[in-house]
């Protein structure tokens, strides 16, 4: 395997596992977010600092950083979570740079706008994988479990969840923390893939990007979220050659699919033996309502 494959299957993994905690957070509990990128910027800069300055071995270093996103995530979860709609969406937009001026003006210990050079590079291709597999085997039980249900209900209608005795601050701030904690790993692993971290790489637009490939893939599909990592991922570094347009493409393919089919590529469907019965029966029924209008 050439390095750069390997290199596109490693962000590969990173991206996949920042956008799990997502999806959880926007798809599966309803809570729109625009701030996500904050948390993997605390995740790398504490990995790169216990890695570089304290002879951390890689392993704790990136579990560490995945633990100190999460509780970042609950004291802002806390006071914020409160906030509903749009109004949290706005709140995540100004945590997240928050996050970002404050490593940017850290003076010393976070070496200010210079970023950290020399991280070692631990994020191995075989690193990236056995965490990408062992936090999606974790995720894909959670959604499927107890806990998935109550996210769910906290999405559709969380009064009516509160009534039926859901605690549902209590699920929206777990969510959240979950969520942070995917993305502080994503985070270490990025410092240890690239071997060097700025600020300024976890600024709003990679908020954006994770939160719409989230969108892409479909709100409340784990499977679609992963189907739209790949996707983009691959459109992203396929059409390097002409960087000067890869954006251009990029927002296309995005903007195309969301007129297609706005519930994203999967909708709420998950990969399985009877996903594509699924989405047969749902497109006869739209067609089938569309002609009983015609009718009409």
């Known amino acids: 395997m050439s390095a750069y494959t390997e290199g596109i299957l490693i962000l590969l993994c990173i991206n996949a596992i920042a956008a799990m905690g997502v999806s959880l957070l926007t798809g599966y509990t309803g809570i729109f977010t625009l701030g996500h990128a904050g948390y993997m910027a605390v995740g790398a800069y504490t990995a790169a600092i216990l890695t570089l300055r304290y002879n951390f071995f890689f392993i704790p270093a990136i579990l560490t950083g995945g633990v100190l996103a999460a509780l970042v995530a609950y004291i802002i979860g806390v006071p914020t979570l409160k906030l509903v709609g749009d109004y949290y ?85 777990l969510s959240l923390v979950i969520s942070g904690f995917y993305c ?16 300024v790489m976890f600024d709003m637009m990679k908020s954006t990007e994770i939160t719409s490939v989230v969108v892409f893939g479909g709100l409340g599909s784990m499977s679609g979220t992963l189907l739209g990592v790949i996707i983009i991922t691959l459109v992203t570094e396929l059409f390097r050659p002409i960087s000067q347009y890869r954006m251009l493409i990029y927002g296309l393919i995005l903007v195309t699919i969301m007129v297609i089919r ?35």
């Open 89 to 173: 969406a706005i709140a995540s937009i100004g945590l997240g740079e928050a996050i970002r001026l404050i490593l940017e003006n850290g003076g010393k210990f976070t070496r200010g706008a210079r970023g950290f050079p020399g991280i070692p590079s631990y994020s191995t291709l075989a690193v990236a994988f056995c965490f990408f597999i062992i936090m999606a085997f974790f995720m894909f039980n959670l959604i499927h479990g107890r806990f998935g249900r109550a996210f769910k209900a906290c999405r559709d209608d969380y009064i009516a969840a509160s009534l039926l005795g859901y605690d549902t601050a209590r699920y929206r701030i």
């Open 184 to 199: 502080g790993i994503a985070g270490a692993l990025l410092g240890g893939f690239l071997s060097f971290i700025q600020p």
């Open 262 to 296: 706005p519930e994203g590529i999967l909708g709420q469907y998950e990969f399985g033996p009877n996903i594509f019965k699924a989405l047969k029966a749902r497109a006869m029924e739209k067609y089938s309502s569309k002609d009983n209008r015609k009718t009409k």
